[in-house]
């Protein structure tokens, strides 16, 4: 008995995400519409609506639909919506929260290779608003926007750092676009800050103030945390590990170095070493393969596991984190890549005569930077709103 009643409250709760997540990335619908998309029966579609308009997590109102009555449903909103936007080589990530970190919508748009900020942007943009519209928010819940990109980015000027990274947004300045559309807050980082930013509040490693978070989407990136606030250096380059060098007679990197470990690890150098055997792949595909029990990607995938270990073991010598978090595509194949980053990173650390360092997989391994960029969003929304409060 107690094993249907598990199988029966698992099924619940399957059915409960399923409704959820069609909502997040779809955004306002009718139940009778959630009921052909999620093809849960309408008794079940209202029952567990119900349950959650009770939990605060969905909302309800009337509408006409077809000529008919209807009932809207839509994801709860606390005091406003923070956006995160997370900006790639290949595509464009949108995720909006509000004040309780909810998901409320989530979106993704690929994106051509060189793509120029002025277009991007303006795609964004329209993203923005259409998602505002499809889950029958106004403009005014919009408080602040958020912007991750993967590029290092100098923390005085608020632009790409390096010339060379995304070569056609150097010295484009983001926040001031899109802070002339949406007259709201808008903040920028890159995206292992804005991933351990949401790792330390809402995420696998609330509990410590020390702790060094490892980025693997498209190469490697870090964020040091440190006595709980991020460490950026003096321009804002702390943690940069892909462009520490790994090889003096190396090829030359993107950021105009020698041999620097993203020129081992990046996207086309991982998968043209599959090409002979496994013709053209994505890292995407190479993790899926993996999982699957591919030989060769899970070999490929260990390999730069190891690479990224060895280079982290040195961050780690010089920082002393208590935690080492790693996220990102590649840490999707799971033990393939944690257990040989882990026994990397141990075999050259100091013995155990002193604590060691434990390496604790992101809670979040999809959308952790749009994520994080949403919440410094609403902090610098608050710090606005803290200032003018004190001069009322």
């Known amino acids: 008995m107690s094993h249907l009643f598990g199988s029966q409250t698992s099924l619940r709760e399957a059915n409960r995400s399923a409704l959820l997540s069609y909502i997040r990335r779809f955004g306002a619908i009718t139940q009778i519409e959630l009921a052909e998309a999620t093809g849960l029966s309408t008794a079940t579609v209202s029952t567990l609506v119900r349950q959650l308009v009770k939990e605060g997590r969905l909302y309800t109102e009337n509408t006409i639909h077809n000529g008919r009555r209807a009932t809207l449903v839509a994801l709860a909103r606390r005091k406003g919506i923070s956006a995160g936007l997370k900006i790639s080589r290949h595509s464009l990530d949108l995720i909006f929260i509000d004040y309780e970190l909810n998901i409320i919508a989530e979106r993704t748009l690929l994106l051509p290779k060189q793509h120029i900020p002025d277009v991007t942007l303006e795609r964004a943009t329209l993203l923005i608003n259409e998602t505002l519209s499809n889950i029958n928010a106004s403009a005014k819940e919009l408080i602040a926007i958020g912007v991750s990109i993967t590029a290092p980015i100098d923390k005085r000027t608020k632009t790409i750092a390096i010339p060379g990274i995304m070569p056609h947004w150097n010295n484009f300045d983001i926040i001031s676009y899109l802070q002339s559309i949406f007259n709201i807050p808008v ?68 950021c105009g170095n020698r041999g620097c ?122 710090k606005i709103h803290h200032k003018t409060s004190q001069h009322l």
């Open 187 to 254: 903040t920028l980082d890159n995206d292992a800050n804005c991933c351990a930013v949401w790792e330390s509040r809402a995420g696998s490693v609330t509990k410590t103030t020390d702790f060094i978070y490892i980025n693997t989407d498209d190469g490697a990136g870090a964020s040091i945390m440190a006595d709980g606030k991020i460490w950026r250096g003096v321009t804002g380059m702390a943690g940069e590990i892909g462009h520490i060098q790994v090889d003096p007679l190396g090829s030359i990197c993107a």
């Open 261 to 382: 470990l993203n020129t081992f690890i990046n996207e086309e150098r991982i998968t043209s070493l599959l090409r002979v055997t496994h013709g053209d792949l994505t890292v995407e595909d190479l993790v899926r393969l993996a999982n699957e029990g591919d030989p060769g990607c899970r070999r490929i995938i260990a390999d730069t596991a190891i690479r990224i270990g060895t280079v982290a073991a040195e961050l780690c010598t010089s920082v002393d984190p208590e935690i080492v978090v790693i996220g990102g595509l590649l840490v999707q194949s799971g033990s393939v890549f944690v257990d040989a980053f882990r026994e990397s990173l141990h075999r050259l650390l100091f013995p155990d005569v002193l604590t060691p360092i434990q390496v604790v997989v992101a809670s979040n391994l999809t959308n952790c930077s749009a994520l994080g960029a949403a919440l410094e969003g609403i902090d610098a929304a608050e």
